[in-house]
């Protein structure tokens, strides 16, 4: 079962979905982060939510759209709303549900954020599984996402639209802010035992060495899914991402 909610603070409006079993007796919450331009009615969410809630009634899922994603009022995109977004979810998870024990699934531009939010505000999850970390953003923005002359015309002010089924509209400022904000540079050996990395052999959005480099560097496990890609499309891939993110939390 799912329904969908929004937070409504601090002149934010985000849009939320969450599953669960039983909301009474809610104490953990697994908040899953989708990828660049994804969205809250996310495939790979509804998946795993299903895989979860199969066998816990004291946890929910919950998704909710970046800014300037899905449904999302916010016409741009900036790191600063990404950073916002995260704790006004996380607080009002604590009030609306009364969660004691978070926990992050996400994947992608998503893997991204969370890396960067618990660098600069702690870490407030238990456990955290990443699914193709985009830990080198700005170089999957402007070498892959890009297409034709977009690095052009962000170079001379304009804004572009860019991304997978959806579009987002970006900025020279959020490009920008992603090459100051290369979370490769940052130090995560104090959160290794907590973080969980998969990474696609086959990976054709975010280099499979970067993924793999970034874990050795932190001393992080990382799990090699030979011939996966990017989105974990075989069912088989994403089948054993979602049994071993479970396993791995302990929900």
């Not at 926990?103 to 660098?119: C, D, R």
């Not at 600069?120 to 953003?137: H, Q, S, T, W, Y």
């Not at 973080?195 to 054709?204: M, R, V």
């Amino acid at each position: 079962m799912y329904q969908y909610y929004d937070v409504n603070e601090e002149g934010h409006s985000i849009r939320c979905k969450v599953y669960f079993k039983d909301k009474s007796l809610a104490e953990n919450a697994v908040v899953f982060g989708t990828g660049f331009a994804g969205h809250k009615d996310n495939n790979a969410a509804n998946g795993f939510a299903e895989k979860v809630l199969s066998k816990y009634k004291n946890t929910i899922i919950v998704v909710f759209n970046w800014p300037a994603h899905g449904d999302d009022v916010k016409k741009k995109l900036c790191l600063e709303d990404c950073n916002t977004y995260m704790r006004l979810v996380l607080e009002d998870l604590k009030s609306r549900f009364g969660i004691k024990n978070f926990y992050s699934y996400a994947t992608s531009f998503g893997g991204y954020l969370v890396l960067k939010y618990i660098s600069e505000n702690g870490n407030p999850f238990r456990k955290i599984a990443l699914r193709c970390p985009a830990v080198d953003m700005y170089d999957v923005i402007t070498k892959t996402i890009m297409q034709g002359d977009d690095y052009d015309k962000l170079m001379k002010g304009k804004s572009i639209l860019v991304g997978f089924d959806r579009k987002i509209l970006i900025t020279l400022d959020f490009i920008r802010e992603l090459k100051e904000n290369d979370i490769r540079e940052r130090d995560y050996i104090d959160y290794a035992d907590d973080i969980l990395i998969f990474h696609g052999t086959k990976d054709e959005v975010v280099p499979f060495e970067s993924g793999r480099e970034f874990a050795e560097n932190n001393i992080i496990e990382f799990i090699p899914v030979d011939g996966a890609d990017h989105r974990f499309q075989n069912p088989s891939h994403m089948g054993l991402a979602n049994k071993k993110t479970m396993e791995f939390f302990e929900l």
